[in-house]
């Protein structure tokens, strides 16, 4: 699977909170629903958590299908890096899923994160600058984070 953010975000859609456009390519045959978060790569702050979004190929900017879980910002949407602030890059990882997540309640980034791991199928990430600068794909196999069984991911 592989994810791309082509620019079409302005600084000013980042103000107002707009998620950038994202493009997911090669999703496995078996994935059901979809999970994408948003970290911010200086702090590790979640900035954009939604799961059980329907498998799609594309999810525009003001993204508004799935769940959305609660933000490190305490707020159930897109928060925007704080550019002032010297937030200039957001790691979006987007999940595959084998099954919808069955979770109920208020739930965070790692609540999402902790659940997904029984279904992961594949995932897919990019770093979205929040410059004029092309981004890129983050350069490390992102099943290196996790403990998952041998060939599961193979």
């Known amino acids: 699977m592989k994810v791309t953010c082509p620019y079409s975000t302005t600084p000013t859609d980042l103000a107002a909170d707009v998620n950038p456009c994202l493009r997911i390519e090669d999703i496995p045959e078996s994935t059901v629903s979809l999970v994408i978060t948003a970290q911010n790569v200086l702090t590790g702050k979640f900035h954009w958590i939604v799961y059980n979004i329907p498998v799609t190929d594309t999810i525009d900017e003001d993204f508004s299908s799935g769940v959305e879980a609660t933000n490190d910002f ?24 084998s099954d919808v997540l069955h979770i109920g309640g208020n739930k965070n980034g790692h609540d999402i994160r902790r659940a997904l791991y029984r279904y992961m199928i594949d995932v897919a990430e990019v770093v979205y600058f929040t410059d004029p600068l092309t981004p890129v794909l983050h350069p490390h196999d992102p099943f290196d984070m996790y403990d998952l069984p041998p060939g599961l991911h193979d």
């Open 74 to 97: 305490n707020q159930r949407k897109f928060r925007s890096p704080d550019l002032q602030a010297g937030e200039t890059e957001l790691l979006f990882s987007v999940y595959a899923l």
